[in-house]
């Protein structure tokens, strides 16, 4: 593969209209990695830049903002990354910020096309990237000579080991999707395709983070421009849409912007074959200028949705920043539905990770945690968590009997996730624990507690996705989806009370239809 180094300066120049497909806030995640004595290879693709942080230790040594693995490796280390979605690949970003003389002193990277029903140990890997030279604590940005084919995963070498603080993977999506054209999505999110091609002011915050999953964890994760001193000033950015289509509806989201929100926004669209378009270009109002306001999701109903649009550009009047924008509507070629559409705006949580923490209204979660009673056994080999999770059996009559059965559950086809009804049982917890084998990323949890009349609280909804190292425990009567797989088969060993009366088991209640978007996990962003 022919390749060019160039200088950080001229990094939004040549890879500015790509994402970073390997990013945690993409979804990115990392699959396997031969060593992370140092520092975890996690924080290689976190989206923030990376700290300095002197003085600050761990129990290894210094701490290290990046991955960093042991001294003296004979071979070299490796570090799998599953990528938020696959797409074809531009460029690099391998960044050893604050390694000064702990970073590794070479890398190359390798790619895979891996099935989400494969499996990453019978990859067939291309190298894309041959090994390069690393200096310390400086940015190190390649550039590809043509975009590579499709890949779902990247593997960056590590020569032979040592420190890497970032590594970003530049390149366009490639958008899976649904066999109904004539279904409802959003046009301009990442995971379909949409790119920010050009921006007037990123002062604060990269424009592109407004077509993310989900909706992130503070201001920073949205678009900020500086504050304009100029009369009627706006600043703007130009979306690609993922495909040319019709626009009936504009999300707004200002979360987290709760006094730099813009007074008003507008949108408007133009049709063209050009990846930016020309200055000269004609656009069409989509949304004329409406007014926002603080830490909220506002919904506006499209006009023109009769025509076809490629771009959309969104205007912040006078200046200021937003979370998300989302532009609902169909492909090129798919029916315009009965408008205004009749499900807006539709009931939807975003998927967390799963945490004792926050999951302690609804039950435990089990795992190896220090906040529990810890002992030796083994003859020291081993240390026991005790009572990781409350086991119930509130049968009357005491006619309930212990049933340890495993459940084998395949992955959902459809993401978002669509609720519609839940579960309880009525007399007994519920624990599951699973039995993966390091093949899967995770699974999801939805749960919710009761109302007075005993049927599901909606109010109290909440989602979470739970690593492969982490079992459930739901407390008994409390309302939850039956078990959503995400990424792969998976085998659960569940222990549950039972009797013979259907009833007594298990009740379900069906309810209005709720959206749960999974960040990281591949899917349409449908309605």
Known sequence: ?????????????????????????????????????????????????????????????????????????????????????????????????????????????????????????????????????????????????????????????????????????????TPQWSENINEVVDLAFVGNGGRVVNATNEHYAPANNVLLPGNGENADDGWQTKRSRIPEHSDQIVIKLGDKGHIFKVELDTTHFKGNYPDKFKVEGTNTNNEVPSNDAEWTTILAPSSTGPHSQFYFDAINHDQVFSHARVSIIPDGGFKRVRLYGVRQGGQIPSLPLSNFPFSSIIAEPLTAEKYAPFGEVIEARQTIKVTSANQGTASKHHHVAKVTNAFPNNSGNINLCVFRSAPTKQLPFVVKMFERHPYSSQQFIPMTHGQTRGYLVVVCLNKEDGSPDLSTIRAFVASPTQGISYRQGVWHH??????????????????????????????????????????????
């Open 1 to 173: 593969m022919v390749y060019k180094r160039i200088n950080y300066e001229d990094l939004k120049a040549n890879l500015g209209q790509y994402v970073d497909l390997a990013t945690s806030a993409m979804g990115g995640s990392i699959v396997a990695v031969t060593d992370e004595f140092f520092a975890p290879a996690t924080r290689m693709i976190s989206p923030t830049p990376a700290l300095h942080a002197p003085g600050k230790h761990c129990e290894t040594g210094h701490w290290m903002d990046g991955w960093e693995t042991k001294r003296h490796n004979r071979g070299y280390d490796w570090c799998i990354v599953k990528l938020g979605f696959s797409g074809s690949i531009r460029g690099f970003d391998i960044d050893t910020s604050w390694f000064t003389g702990n970073q590794a002193p070479a890398a190359s990277v390798d790619a895979a096309f891996i099935p989400e029903d494969g499996n990453v140990d019978d990859a067939q890997w291309v190298e894309i990237l041959p090994r390069v030279d690393l200096p310390p604590t400086c940015h190190n940005v390649f550039v590809l000579e043509k975009e590579t084919a499709v890949y779902t995963h990247v593997r960056i070498n590590n020569h032979p080991d040592g420190g890497i603080a970032r590594f970003r993977v530049y390149g366009q999506v």
């Open 482 to 527: 039956p078990m959503v797989t995400l990424d792969g088969v998976t085998d659960f060993a569940c222990l549950v009370h039972e009797n013979d009366v259907d009833n007594d088991n298990c009740q379900e209640a069906y309810v209005d239809k709720v959206i749960v978007h999974v960040p990281g996990f591949h899917g349409n962003a449908k309605i």
